[in-house]
């Protein structure tokens, strides 16, 4: 079919017909809710004007909901232009209301969430029915608008209601333009205990009309306001065992004489901080009672001024270490808060109002929070204390958290070590990977190596104490990046703390040998080296451990040369692991008719002493090799981190100088 594109194609949208054919510009869809906060705000604005002390709202059975107030109620007679009453302006018209030319003080309130003049035209227009019940001037005054307002009877007069004063709306919300027809009760309950806080004297009460006709009610009322909804919203956190510092709760408002912002404008804030071990920090900001969902700059003022008092205080108490530099992600990552900021001329991103946008809120709040925050600060020294070291510790953990190091990487693939000597073989089960000691040692195994199914890796010095490196911090150290690239392998599955947790194991999918194998010399620092590298398995990598796939390797010590005895018995070699083994080699000779004169036996310096032969056939031929293999008893888990943590931790060195006085008798130490 062809398309005709000419005059006729365009269509003028009129009154609320643009609100009905693309609500989502308007409004939420999800459900009713904003539709229903449009009315309540307005209500709200009445107590915030100083005129209202009540808001009652009412839920139906059948989703009806009705908002009260006792305000000045919404003037009802005709528009000096418009020629309309009022009251059916406010519900028919798009942009018309009474809280525009704020600045002129020609509108009926200073400070109101109202801006765009469409808030219950909105509602009015995505409603089944909307009925309007006005006191006002001795009279009461009613309409009512049905079928989205295509349909409005005419305003009547009531009665009278002596000096009563308010509004009354009673809204049922036409459920073709909301994917769920009812408003969820958490979140209108939120919405209106928040009212209650931000709005000091006023009563808010909330009736639910229960199955049977009878109606479940709710008071809100907080005679400790910001401070008391803080602390209610933060729950089992509030308590002195998560709280860093009491909770600070304040106000500050622009006097007349104030050469940046009208009279009244400012903010009210409760704020509060919690230690690594709380779970629920709150964060609620509104803008003349509007909650904002997702903050605005309203939120940065806070931010800012926060940030910049912590930093006076802490500059002032000496208290940052050399080397930090503290940024306002520091001061405010464990901050949670309760904002109210009064701003006279609000711009917000888009109808639903979930973000302020006004680029003076900056300023203004800021300027507001600082000043009095910091002399808060310096009344309550402890409490700043205990903040600023909430602050320094995260910008500590930012710091190191920015140096994360990454595997080294090409095209996407992990490449492998340079000094890496690799097998041929590709099956994994036959593939055993030789950490040696030393590159002279590493030289001299990789001639006595077989290349088919054995590689080797030297490690330059001592492997880094891993025991206590943050896991993004691992491959900072050059040797640990080598292990886990050559192993295919990287460190834990998550956490990184409990290396009982199989969630914490990493994934051996990739890896690339079936045996690891320590060779270190058999000496103090070889025996160093081992629990080094014990450490980097046990505490990153435990699944290798778990799984049988660490082994150590034992070059002897001592090399014994036997002389020939006849023609039968030609000269050997034998090898001692250590002393006790040397002394019962001698014995066995001894017996076997040997002179001890002609025994000759030499002790080895080191692995990079042995040629490639006494290297392979004492610690990488399997027919002739000695290796352990590495195993945790399950058992003796507990014991086994209490000692390495005891042996490995930083903060140990007393515990450990008092096991090695108690016990340093028990060890034979080859020095």
């Keep these: 079919?062809?398309?005709?594109?000419?005059?006729?194609?365009?269509?003028?949208?009129?009154?609320?017909?643009?609100?009905?054919?693309?609500?989502?510009?308007?409004?939420?869809?999800?459900?009713?809710?904003?539709?229903?906060?449009?009315?309540?705000?307005?209500?709200?604005?009445?107590?915030?004007?100083?005129?209202?002390?009540?808001?009652?709202?009412t839920v139906e059975r059948g989703g009806a909901i009705t908002v009260a107030d006792d305000g000045r109620g919404i003037p009802v007679g005709?528009?000096?232009?418009?020629?309309?009453?009022?009251?059916?302006?406010?519900?028919?018209?798009?942009?018309?209301?009474?809280k525009f030319d704020k600045q002129s003080g020609n509108a009926a309130y200073a400070f109101s969430g109202g801006l765009h003049g469409v808030g219950v035209a909105v509602t009015n227009a995505l409603s089944l029915c909307v009925e309007v019940e006005v006191r006002r001037e001795g009279k009461i005054h009613a309409v009512t608008f049905s079928e989205g307002g295509e349909k409005v009877s005419a305003l009547e007069t009531l009665g009278t209601c002596g000096r009563q004063t308010g509004t009354r709306v009673r809204v049922v919300p036409d459920p073709k333009y909301f994917y769920a027809p009812r408003v969820p009760q958490a979140e209108l309950e939120h919405l209106l205990r928040s009212k209650a806080v931000?709005?000091?004297?006023?009563?808010?009460?909330?009736?639910?009309?229960?199955?049977?006709?009878?109606?479940?009610?709710?008071?809100?009322?907080?005679?400790?306001?910001?401070?008391?909804?803080?602390?209610?919203l933060a729950g089992e956190d509030s308590d002195e065992a998560t709280a860093a510092a009491p909770i600070y709760a304040a106000e500050n408002y622009a006097s007349g004489e104030h050469e940046s912002f009208a009279e009244g404008e400012g903010a009210a804030w409760a704020l509060g901080w919690w230690a690594d071990g709380a779970s629920n920090i709150p964060h609620e900001s509104y803008v003349n009672l509007i909650p904002t969902i997702a903050g605005g700059t309203h939120e940065a003022g806070l931010r800012a001024g926060v940030f910049e008092a912590l930093k006076t205080f802490?500059?002032?108490?000496?208290?940052?270490?050399?080397?930090v530099k503290l940024q306002q992600e520091?001061?405010?990552?464990?901050?949670?808060?309760?904002?109210?900021?009064?701003?006279?001329?609000?711009?917000?991103?888009?109808?639903?109002?979930?973000?302020?946008n006004s680029r003076e809120a900056v300023k203004l709040v800021a300027g507001m929070v600082r000043d009095p925050f910091e002399i808060w600060l310096n009344q309550h020294v402890d409490a700043g204390k205990a903040i600023a070291e909430l602050a320094i510790r995260q910008a500590l953990s930012r710091q190191k958290n920015a140096q994360k190091v990454e595997k080294k990487k090409q095209s996407g693939v992990a490449v492998l070590p340079g000094k890496l000597s690799d097998c041929e073989s590709t099956s994994i089960a036959e593939n055993e990977l030789f950490l040696v000691e030393g590159d002279s040692a590493g030289g001299s195994a990789k001639m006595a190596r077989n290349r088919e199914t054995q590689a080797i890796l030297p490690l330059r010095g001592k492997v880094q104490n891993s025991w206590e490196i943050e896991v993004n911090r691992l491959f900072a150290n050059n040797e640990i990046h080598d292990i886990a690239v050559a192993l295919?392998?990287?460190?834990?599955?998550?956490?990184?703390?409990?290396?009982?947790?199989?969630?914490?194991?990493?994934?051996?999918?990739?890896?690339?040998?079936?045996?690891?194998?320590?060779?270190?010399?058999?000496?103090?620092?070889?025996?160093?080296?081992?629990?080094?590298?014990?450490?980097?398995?046990?505490?990153?990598?435990?699944?290798?451990?778990?799984?049988?796939?660490v082994f150590i390797a034992q070059p002897p010590l001592y090399r014994i040369d036997v002389p020939a005895q006849g023609n039968k018995r030609p000269a050997k070699r034998l090898y001692a692991l250590d002393e006790g083994e040397l002394a019962a080699i001698k014995d066995r000779l001894a017996k076997e008719g040997f002179s001890p004169d002609k025994i000759e036996v030499g002790r080895f310096k080191g692995l990079g002493e042995m040629n490639p032969e006494q290297l392979r056939e004492t610690a990488m031929d399997p027919a002739t090799r000695r290796v352990v293999p590495v195993a945790e008893r399950p058992e003796a888990q507990a014991e086994t981190l209490q000692l390495f943590n005891l042996l490995m931790g930083k903060g140990e060195a007393a515990a450990r100088r008092a096991w090695m006085e108690a016990r340093g008798h028990l060890v034979e130490a080859d020095l």
């Design 198 to 232: 931000l709005l000091p004297g006023v009563q808010v009460t909330l009736d639910v009309e229960q199955a049977d006709g009878s109606k479940l009610s709710k008071t809100w009322r907080y005679p400790e306001g910001l401070g008391g909804y803080l602390r209610e």
């Design 330 to 356: 520091d001061a405010c990552a464990r901050m949670g808060y309760v904002l109210s900021a009064r701003i006279l001329d609000p711009q917000f991103q888009g109808q639903v109002k979930e973000k302020l």
């Design 1 to 57: 079919m062809k398309q005709i594109y000419d005059e006729s194609s365009f269509r003028v949208l009129k009154g609320l017909e643009p609100v009905r054919e693309r609500p989502g510009m308007y409004t939420r869809t999800d459900s009713p809710a904003h539709i229903i906060q449009e009315v309540i705000d307005n209500a709200a604005d009445e107590a915030l004007a100083g005129f209202a002390k009540h808001l009652h709202v």
């Design 488 to 549: 295919g392998v990287d460190p834990h599955g998550s956490t990184g703390i409990d290396p009982h947790n199989a969630a914490d194991h990493p994934d051996l999918a990739n890896l690339r040998y079936g045996k690891v194998v320590i060779m270190a010399d058999a000496d103090v620092d070889g025996a160093h080296i081992q629990t080094l590298l014990l450490t980097l398995f046990y505490r990153h990598f435990p699944a290798l451990i778990a799984r049988g796939h």
């Design 78 to 98: 005709l528009h000096p232009e418009e020629k309309i009453p009022v009251v059916v302006l406010a519900f028919m018209r798009l942009h018309a209301g009474g």
């Design 314 to 323: 802490i500059e002032h108490h000496a208290l940052l270490p050399r080397g």
